[in-house]
């Protein structure tokens, strides 16, 4: 496209980028639908360019202890992702004030969103979220609890039409039991669709030196690790002192750069921070 860019210009333009008499001429007729052509290719061109963004909002409750759902909102819309993955999401619960905390963020954000149950809790219900500027094509929630009575955990697998491209997206918040998580894990990879332009975010609430950061990364690539050795952690957010948020990618997600958030309120929004990355699709 460079190229043809140089020998549109030399051969049509003055250097002063006006357009010659030959060329007034000449585009009437030969060059006309050519010039047509490479205009409505620049006008429908499509960025393969996409943000993500994972993050735990707490149900809206800061390291102040207060609950603000529009000061996480101002956390997200300094990024302006096109995807996001949110865990800790209430539903009508009573401490939230019987908030729909999904649609909320989608309304303030200007994004489709889909409230994910993992559990019936006070009121209302518990889980995580997917907010999508891409239409979402399909979502499936699948339940990862466990015979030990803990809390209740899912994961959700969405599909997006990103243009030019199509995702699969799964977000999923793991339990605190080391047992527990490797039990969830070994689900999540056993339904793990066979895509490899797939990405899986969330809390994990394990760090890279465990044995279920282990199992993930024999089949996802840890996508912060493509940037430094040694990411900044994730939690609390005030002070953070473990990494336990990750976005971890298929084959065929090339990832372009970790995107910093510049909030003024990102360490006190909630209590984890957020992981952001723009990508493209192989």
Sequence with gaps: MKTIQKIWTAALFLPNGSLTDKTMKLTRFKYLPLLLILLLSACTQVSNKHTIMTYNI??????????DLERVARVIASVDPDILVL????????????????DSLAKLLNLQGRFCRSIDYDGGFYGNALLSRYPILDLQIIDLSTDNLLEG???FIATLLAEPDTLKILGTHLGLDRTEQIQQINNILSILPETRN????????????????????ERLRDSYLEFSNSPANTFPADDPQRRIDYIFIGSMIEPEHINPVKSTVVNVASDHLPQVLTFKVN
Excluded: C, K, P, W
């Design 58 to 67: 707490r149900h809206g409750v800061g390291m102040d202890r207060v609950l």
């Design 87 to 102: 865990n800790e999401v209430d539903e009508r619960t009573q401490r939230s004030m019987g908030v729909a905390q999904t």
């Design 153 to 155: 955990r899912s994961v």
């Design 198 to 217: 797939l990405i899986l975010s969330g809390d994990f609430n394990l760090e890279s030196n465990s044995e279920g950061y282990s199992h993930l990364t």
